[in-house]
């Protein structure tokens, strides 16, 4: 395949993720303050803001995230902006962007509100067995099997220790849902489902592999990888796997909205 030219809208948005990365590496505590400001929050966080699902798509953790990101949009976008034009290119590349991040928060409701009731029962109840069962889940959250802290199921708290552990909680269920989700990838995984879906015999030659890979090939199995990804749930794991699916879940949409026509194929 060859590399289009770089056109407007690729070229601004690169700029710009570039600029803002720039800005996170003079300083942590400008790191930590655009983390705060603009990357995405779960709803429940005191930090959450609404265009936070536009800002994140332009905040990246490190050197190797943003560097992928801006990868694939430089080589798949230019060709997706010329078939489609400026305007519509722009819509695309946030429609998938914010569903992405609609997606993944959809699906952390379903993490997160455990916890909060768990956390909500040992506040009503603060006896040992609800502190054990908010640490249970909020290790199993992680992909962490059993109980890491060595807690015993039949834990028993004093009146004194009433608010140490109570503080625990909250401690916990905060750096939960104050870790913002960053980085373009949920836009960038939709770029690469409407590039498959348009041009599905595209060959991409991948490195390590000797031998050229059809674009429909390569993102059907980058799917299902994120899929696989998303329910094991490694321990250390902290990509936002999920996302990437509900990227591509939008740009599928987006396509069939759209219509398949197109000048030309690869």
Known sequence: ????????????????????FIVQRINPQYDGMIDSLFGLHYFSS????????????????DTRHI???????????????????EKRFLI??????????????????????????LANNFLLN???????????????????????????NNLVISNDQVVEYKNAIESLLKNVIDTPMVGASGAGFGIMAAFALLFPNTEFMLFPFPFPVKAKYFVTFYALYEIYAGIRRMPGDNVAHFAHIGGM???????????????SFY
């Open 126 to 152: 603060p006896e040992g067995g609800n502190y054990v069962s908010f640490v249970n889940k909020f290790y199993s959250n992680l992909g962490i099997e059993g109980n890491p802290l060595k807690i015993e």
């Open 46 to 61: 005191s930090l959450f803001n609404p265009i936070q699902f536009v800002t994140y798509m332009f905040v990246h953790a």
């Open 92 to 117: 695309f590349y946030f429609v998938t962007g914010v569903g992405a991040g609609l997606f993944y928060m959809a699906l952390q409701y379903y993490d997160i509100h455990p916890l909060e009731t």
């Open 1 to 20: 395949m060859r590399t289009p030219q770089l056109t407007p809208i690729v070229r601004a948005i690169i700029v710009i993720n570039i600029i803002v």
């Open 249 to 263: 879940i939008f740009a599928f949409i987006l396509i069939r909205m759209w219509g398949s026509k197109r000048d």
């Open 67 to 85: 560097f992928f990101n801006m990868l694939g949009l430089y080589f798949l976008g230019p060709t997706l902006e010329m078939l489609w034009g």
